[in-house]
């Protein structure tokens, strides 16, 4: 059964920096692009970063380039989410999928909270 556990988030000021985690079972997480999006309240999903099964290749979504990287460690099968300078329009529920950009249709996770306010 395909599994995705997210963690991480928290409270933080404006400019703040948090390490997201996404623990992944199920399937052979070397094999999959991976990908982290993101649900602020009244608002669609919307796709934050991916990275490719080797990890060679990533990619941002503009509003957050610059400020976040992703990465993963295919011994662990775990992947993660630097988050830096954070701003409120960060805050959101972070999940994280199998896919570089559109998810493979598995089921998501419960996410994990970031809210960024002073």
């Known amino acids: 059964q395909v599994q995705f556990v997210e963690s991480g988030g928290d409270l933080v000021q404006p400019g703040g920096s948090l390490r997201l985690s996404c623990v992944a079972s199920?399937?052979?997480?070397?094999?999959?692009?991976m990908c982290w999006y993101r649900q602020a309240p009244g608002k669609e999903r919307e796709w934050v970063a991916g990275?490719?099964?080797?990890?060679?290749?990533?990619n941002y979504a503009d509003s957050v380039k610059g400020r976040v990287t992703i990465s993963r460690d295919n011994a662990k099968n775990t992947m993660y989410l630097q988050m830096n300078n954070l701003k409120p329009e960060d805050t959101a529920v972070y999940y994280c999928n199998a896919g570089f950009q559109a998810v493979l249709g598995w089921d998501w996770g419960q996410g994990t909270q970031v809210t960024v306010s002073s």
């Open positions: 199920g399937f052979t997480f070397s094999n999959y692009a």
């Open positions: 990275i490719i099964r080797t990890g060679g290749y990533t």
